[in-house]
Nanobody, 122 residues
Framework: QVQLVESGGGLVQAGGSLRLSCAASGRTFTMGWFRQAPGKEREFVAA????????NYADSVKGRFKISKDNRKNTLALQMNNLKPEDTAVYYCATTADYTTASVASDAYNYWGQGTQVTVST
């Protein structure tokens, strides 16, 4: 069983930055960040393979967000720069249970954290 705990969310003004972290217990493989805004479906943000050889980003965050992982510490991070009000959402980290590509599909991921709120004000 894998447990994931996100941290680092908060309130920030548009144009600001936040760094989300996800601490994992148990073996992780491809890891990803997803987000869900009020009244909307959960959407893909970014993913990274276990060896960090491949990453994938949603078009809406390319050039602004950067995903990274530290396998020694078993942590995942999402550096978010130039934040926009439309980035406001609950952000979730997730991991697959085996080696996969940096998938954008939420059903490829087997374990999920509880989420951390990110609010970007105008």
């Amino acid at each position: 069983q894998v447990q994931l705990v996100e941290s680092g969310g908060g309130l920030v003004q548009a144009g600001g930055s936040l760094r989300l972290s996800c601490a994992a217990s148990g073996r992780t493989f491809t890891m990803g960040w997803f987000r869900q805004a009020p009244g909307k479906e959960r959407e893909f943000v970014a993913a990274i393979t276990r060896a960090a050889t491949n990453t994938n980003y949603a078009d809406s965050v390319k050039g602004r967000f950067k995903i990274s992982k530290d396998n020694r510490k078993n942590t995942l991070a999402l550096q978010m720069n130039n934040l926009k009000p439309e980035d406001t959402a609950v952000y979730y980290c997730a991991t697959t249970a085996d080696y996969t590509t940096a998938s954008v599909a939420s059903d490829a991921y087997n374990y999920w954290g509880q989420g951390t709120q990110v609010t970007v004000s105008t």
